[in-house]
């Protein structure tokens, strides 16, 4: 937390944990780009980021020392919970189990957002996986001869929102013209569409 001094300008009045570091050039950073106006500031630079919230009826400035790449907008919901805490009137005491709170606070909102990336991590490896098993799959039913064409382009199409032409002619082994005849068939059955603009098929769903 940081506070106006008459003297010294802007000042470090309260922090958690006790051995954060904050340079003195950026506290009066803060408290210049505040300029004693209620708001949010964020700064990032090459050997610092945090976000701010100056408070205008207890005239304190609230900081959040993020790690290098930490997105601010992670941690304003932090900022909106001890907003609430400072218009309590508290004791100094009080107001140090407070901060060790939302100290605790933002560490949970950290473990949360990474434990979402890692879970959409896995989740994407997962498809990738899903993809490439599909993949090898349909090159194994292509090759066979105990399908027919239209049921292998049904099958591609299944895998893929929507396959090119190319893609078709050297994925189905057969030739053109039958390849061409099926297509046709097919879409006016109704059971494929064709994209003119990517010479690509779907299946109509």
């Known amino acids: 937390m940081i506070k106006w001094d008459e003297i010294l300008g802007g000042n470090i009045y309260m922090k958690y944990p006790n051995d954060v570091a904050i340079p003195e ?19 990032e630079e090459k050997n ?13 400035i609230i900081v959040l020392v993020l790690d290098k ?10 900022l909106d919970e001890f907003k609430k805490e400072l218009e309590l009137e508290l004791n100094e ?17 950290f473990r949360t957002r990474d434990e979402v990336i890692m879970k959409l991590s896995n989740e994407v490896a997962q498809l990738k996986t899903l993809e490439y098993d ?19 382009i ?10 090119k032409y190319s893609e078709l002619r050297k994925s189905i082994n057969t030739s053109k013209r039958w390849l061409d005849s099926v297509l046709e068939t097919l879409s006016k059955n109704n059971i494929i569409g064709y994209n003119n603009k990517n010479d690509s098929y ?4």
């Open 25 to 43: 050039n950026v506290v009066q950073q803060i408290q210049i780009s505040h300029n004693f106006v209620e708001s949010y500031i964020t700064i």
């Open 48 to 60: 610092w980021n945090s976000i701010s919230y100056y408070n205008e009826n207890k005239e304190i």
């Open 69 to 78: 790449y930490d997105d601010s907008s992670d941690y304003t919901v932090i």
């Open 93 to 109: 005491e009080r107001l140090k189990e407070h901060i060790e709170r939302i100290y605790n606070l933002s560490l949970k909102v």
């Open 134 to 152: 599909l993949t090898k799959k349909f090159a194994l039913i292509s090759k066979s001869d105990h399908l027919k064409v239209k049921s292998k």
């Open 154 to 163: 049904q099958f591609l199409l299944v895998f893929k929102d929507d396959v």
């Open 202 to 205: 779907y299946l109509k769903l």
